[in-house]
């Protein structure tokens, strides 16, 4: 059986992630980092969703990268949270430095800690233009070094590095995963999406896109047309 | 002028490196981790050493790694710090799961928000029979994933990989660090060494084989020399 360490953040990605491991009847774990985000709303999300599964689930405390790694709106107040599509080149305000490769590294060992050769993560090709340790030659590079990290190698999966969004919503629907419990806002309100940021945007988008209907609470539900229009 | 971030942590080998790097002419910063280990005196060589060379120094503050990768005797008290020589079995219980590759991708976080296209590490010869995270194979696999994971290729630099710690010794001899100002032991007694731990029998062999006078109180200075007998 595949032991599988599963890096989840209680966003719809990472949560069909969880779902489509659970359901392959993998033996699996689920890791969320606190890496000094914004908000932890998510994680809250993450831990419902790894409970209602079974999961154990652990939160890794690292908020103090934030200060490590300064300059990114998802980790600095200061930076104000940009609006409109993710393609877009302000969207590089949302980029914390090397954030992948540090998630990764926790997750390997954290993985190696209890025994789990697998660490999966929920990196899909919607994420390449503006994230490049979300490009499949990182992906790549880190399943090379995970493989020689420890005296026993470790396997990194990413089954969505070539899905775009709306085929990963089409995976969860098919999966039977509420979408209501997950949770991608970089605004952070709790119990609402602002529909503006550009998570936001491309949920809405792949909603749509993918015919299946989309249980999320927008503040401006309709934002992601006109957004869509000018990108 | 290159730019580098150097890893440092107090100890013998990242002190001398600490040293080249300044020598060279190029323009360095510091970063050491707190990942929990049971003492913290030799980050505070670290601050000292690199406060003398005038390099801005940055500690991260991961203290709640040990939580996430438990069962080192590097990280949890309840684990005996083993004694005796670096390459036997027991020392085992010194290897923390990952530690090098979290280390290394925070450090390259941290050299990509300063502008720093190097990161520097102390891995050495020595290392490689207990640490696989120290192995030549593993130092190639990160710095492939270095030059792939921002949009600017990070080079990581290990000059010391096909290195002994005497010759290290030789290299910070002349160099002129002063290595009373290094700390390595594992026990983590403020101003002494025990001189019984892998860490302190590898040091004061290396002294003794590289023929240069070795400023270290230890405890028990002569071990060394039975324990090198029995390895």
Redesign the interface.
Known sequence: MKKVLVITSGGLDSTVLLYQHVVAGDYVRALGVNYGQRHQIELQYAARNAHSLGVPF?I???S??A?????SSQTSVSVPVPEGHYAAENMKATV???????L???A???A??HGCNHVSYAAHAGDHAIY??C?P??AD??D??A?????TPVRLLRPFIHMTKTQIVLEGNRLGVDFSQTYSCYAGQPGIHCGRCGTCVERAESFAEAGVKDPTNYESPDFFRTAKAKA
Chains 1, 2 share one sequence.
């Open positions: 652990t890794a405390n690292m103090s990268l200060e490590l790694l300064p300059g914390v430095p090397n954030r992948n490769m540090i990764l590294s926790l390997i060992g954290h190696i800690a490049p340790d490009r030659v990182f590079a880190m090379a070094v493989q020689v990290c420890d005296w």
